[in-house]
C-alpha cells in the first residue's frame, strides 16, 4: 500500500537553499507527485508536477527559484535564494491504486 | 486552471448537515475533476474525493462513505459537497479544487465549518 512520507520541520536561512524530500513506498517508484504550498492562513496552491524521471512542469506565476527532481522513490523540492515569503508548508501529494488522493503529512519550512 | 470561488463560512449544530459550494470559472468545468479536501485546525490536508462534473461520477474516501455527496450543476459551473451527520471532528476548513485527473492544480479559497453542541 502505498504512503506518502515528509519531514515534519525544516530550516535554513534567508538567502539559502533548502531541499525538501518526499519519499513514497518502495514499489511505487514509478509515480509522479505535486508539491503545494501552504503559507499562513491561506489556501494551499499548487508548486509542481514531478515525474520519477526528474522533469518537472510548474504552475503559472511559480518563480524559477523553485524546482523538482527525483531520485527512485523519493521526489524533491529545491528552493534557492530562500525568501521570507517562503515560510510556510509543503504538502507532497499523489494518487493511489485505487483512483484515490494521497497527501504527506507536510513538511513546516522556516526561514531563519 | 481557472478560478474557483467558494461559498462561506457555516455554522451548524452537531448532527446537521453543510452544503458547501464551488463556483468554477476560466476554463471548461466538464474538462477537470473536482476535488474536496479539508483541514481541521492545525492539522494536514485530509482528501474527500472527487466528482467528474462531465459525468457526475464520484469517488470518496473511505472514511467519508455513506456521509459525503458530491453533486454538479453545469449549467453554473458549480461543484458541491454536502456532509451529513456532523460532529464536532468535523469542524475544518474545507476546499476545492480541480484537477485533470488527480494533480490538484488550483484551489479555492476554503470554507470554515464549524460544528458546535
Known amino acids: 500500500q502505498l504512503v506518502v512520507t515528509q519531514s515534519p520541520s525544516a530550516s535554513a536561512s534567508l538567502g539559502a537553499s533548502v531541499k525538501l524530500t518526499c519519499t513514497l513506498t518502495s514499489g511505487h517508484s514509478s509515480y509522479a507527485i505535486v508539491w503545494h504550498q501552504q503559507q499562513p492562513e491561506k489556501a494551499p496552491r499548487f508548486l509542481m508536477k514531478v515525474k520519477a524521471d526528474g522533469s518537472h512542469t510548474k504552475g503559472d506565476g511559480i518563480p524559477d527559484r523553485f524546482s523538482g527532481s527525483s531520485s527512485g522513490a523519493e521526489r524533491f523540492l529545491t528552493i534557492s535564494s530562500l525568501q521570507s515569503e517562503d515560510e510556510a508548508v509543503y504538502y507532497c501529494?499523489?494518487?493511489?491504486?485505487?483512483?484515490?488522493?494521497?497527501f504527506g503529512g507536510g513538511t513546516k519550512l522556516a526561514v531563519l | 486552471q481557472g478560478q474557483l470561488v467558494q461559498s462561506g463560512t457555516e455554522v451548524k449544530m452537531s448532527g446537521a448537515s453543510v452544503k458547501v459550494s464551488c463556483k468554477a470559472s476560466g476554463y471548461s468545468f466538464t474538462g477537470y475533476y473536482i476535488h474536496w479536501v479539508r483541514q481541521a485546525p492545525g492539522q494536514g490536508l485530509e482528501w474527500m474525493g472527487w466528482l467528474n462534473p462531465k459525468s457526475g461520477g464520484t469517488k470518496y474516501a473511505q472514511k467519508f462513505q455513506g456521509r459525503v455527496t458530491m453533486s454538479r450543476d453545469t449549467s453554473t459551473s458549480t461543484g458541491y459537497m454536502e456532509l451529513s451527520r456532523l460532529t464536532s471532528d468535523d469542524t475544518a476548513i474545507y476546499y476545492c479544487?480541480?484537477?485533470?485527473?488527480?494533480?490538484?492544480?488550483?484551489w479555492g479559497q476554503g470554507t470554515l465549518v464549524t460544528v458546535s453542541s
Open positions: 479544487a480541480n484537477a485533470p485527473w488527480w494533480e490538484l492544480t488550483s
Open positions: 501529494q499523489t494518487w493511489g491504486s485505487d483512483v484515490s488522493v494521497l
